[in-house]
């Protein structure tokens, strides 16, 4: 939530003070932030720490892309450092899960935050003297109101999401609170759109290939992290694997990703965005329907393999290429502020990702517990309703519980299945906004070409 809500704002910070002083400053509170949640001794100490780190992230986010945006001047040597950033990242995507079951097997959990202190360390000493400075040098006057108005909207419009599942979508505080959100993202376009030196220039979004890129990286997070809400369920709770174990069978979904983040700039070129980003949406939108077959027995070295593969590839072909468009569309000076719009649209995505597919999920598994688990005291049926995680603890503790664990698993596919339509059905709508609205290729002063403004005006009308 923190993280999602400043992105904007610090995006904006590093376009103005400098992004190399962004990055550094980011670091720093994300290293000593790690270290106040490793010794933290209660829940409340450890989500603030977590808050602090978001902090910390909101600032390093957005300096990574615009840094490079800065350094490579050459259009193909950008779409490249772009390219190699998004593959570097999607091999972050198993580093993450294999590390931390390998330190929960073997070391305390604080050992999960004190990892991040020495690559902080060493990212601070190579940043020191590798990384040159860059920033605005046309920044005007600060926009004090666009700033407050970017982190308060956005943090309602994300709390909202997040909040949605548990408290109920129509639950008075979600609901105004989404309200309110919506509402100050209006203001905010409104009032930016006046500024000479806004924060973010709205009339950006006039831009077909930036909208419409930002719409393939939202469609594309939004199937990834709602998968990913499944996909680790699925494999301790119902596979059994333990975490690490799960960790490394997602190893072969982050290299295919990593690999192809690249190559996807060389496809890019010779074949058009357009056809590379829709292509990689129909793809990661094949690979969750390939999902959604899955059973409670399927074998790992099979069908879960298989569609996890087809699904990274998808992913590796869209996220460069749509970020490359997003970015190219920039000028440099602004390049903080684009990062900035790239990494919220991610963490829309992914956020409304988990949220939708969580919430569908939910609805159809804690049903089909019900009238599948016979024989438990109603107590105990509430709490695996909530969760099969709960079946797995109870099972070992009552009679038949093997049974009930069985069937549980089973209710658990259902809401699995589904939702891997709803991840489905989000990629193929994505990768039809990138056939429509997607140019295959940069045109200078596209500013206005290919613009969306007469689908707006339609809707409007």
């Known amino acids: 939530l923190v993280f999602s809500a400043l992105l904007l704002a610090f995006g904006y910070f590093g376009d103005r003070y400098g992004r190399a002083l962004a990055l550094r400053l980011g670091l720093i509170i994300f290293g000593i932030t790690s270290v106040l949640a490793a010794v933290s001794t209660s829940t409340a100490g450890l989500i603030g720490a977590r808050a602090l780190m978001g902090i910390g992230a909101a600032l390093v986010f957005p300096a990574t892309l615009a840094i490079i945006i800065n350094v490579f001047t050459d259009t193909r040597e950008r779409a ?59 920044s005007g006057r600060f926009d004090r109101l666009g700033v407050l108005l970017s982190v308060a909207a956005v943090g309602m419009v994300i709390w909202s999401i997040i909040e949605g599942p548990h408290r109920g979508w129509s639950s008075p505080e979600v609901a105004l609170t989404g309200t309110l959100g919506a509402i100050g993202i209006a203001v905010f376009v409104l009032y930016e759109a006046r500024l000479a030196h806004p924060l973010l220039d709205v009339r950006l979004f006039r831009n077909a290939r930036f909208s419409a890129a930002s719409v393939a990286i939202a469609a594309a997070f939004f199937g990834l992290f709602g998968f990913i809400f499944l996909i680790t369920q699925y494999m301790q709770l119902v596979l059994g694997y333990s975490p690490l174990e799960a960790g490394l069978r997602t190893v072969p979904f982050a290299v295919v990703t990593g690999v192809l983040s690249p190559a996807a700039i060389a496809l890019m070129h010779r074949f058009g965005t357009k056809l590379v980003v829709a292509s990689g949406l129909a793809l990661m939108s094949t690979g969750f329907v390939m999902a959604s077959g899955l059973q409670a027995d399927s074998a790992y070295f099979g ?27 920039l000028p440099p000076a602004k390049a903080g502020v684009g ?34 688990v016979v024989g438990l005291p109603a107590d105990l049926l509430d709490l695996v309703s909530e969760s099969v995680g709960a079946a797995v603890v109870i099972a070992p503790q009552v009679p038949g519980g093997e049974a009930m664990l ?26 039809l906004a990138a056939v429509i609205w997607l140019p295959s290729r940069a045109t200078a002063g596209s500013a206005t070409e290919g613009s969306l403004e007469p689908v707006v005006e339609s809707v409007v009308r």
């Open 339 to 372: 990062s900035a719009v790239n990494d919220t649209t991610r963490e829309l995505g992914g956020t409304l990702g988990v949220a939708l597919v969580g919430s569908v999920f939910a609805s159809l598994y804690a049903p089909a517990v019900r009238e599948t």
């Open 406 to 431: 069985t069937a549980a698993r089973e209710a658990f596919m259902v809401g699995f299945s589904a939702g891997s339509w709803v991840a489905a059905a989000a990629t193929a709508l994505g990768a």
């Open 80 to 138: 490249a450092a772009i390219g190699i950033w998004s593959g570097i990242t999607g091999l972050a995507v198993a580093a993450g899960p294999v590390t931390g079951g390998f330190l929960l097997e073997h070391f305390w959990w604080g050992s999960l935050f004190l990892v991040n202190v020495p690559i902080v360390i060493v990212a601070l000493v190579l940043g020191r003297i590798l990384i040159p400075d860059s920033r605005d040098p046309q």
């Open 303 to 329: 069908p879960v393999l298989a569609a996890m593969v087809v699904m990274a590839a998808g992913l590796g072909l869209t996220t460069s290429p749509a970020t490359e468009a997003i970015m190219g569309a």
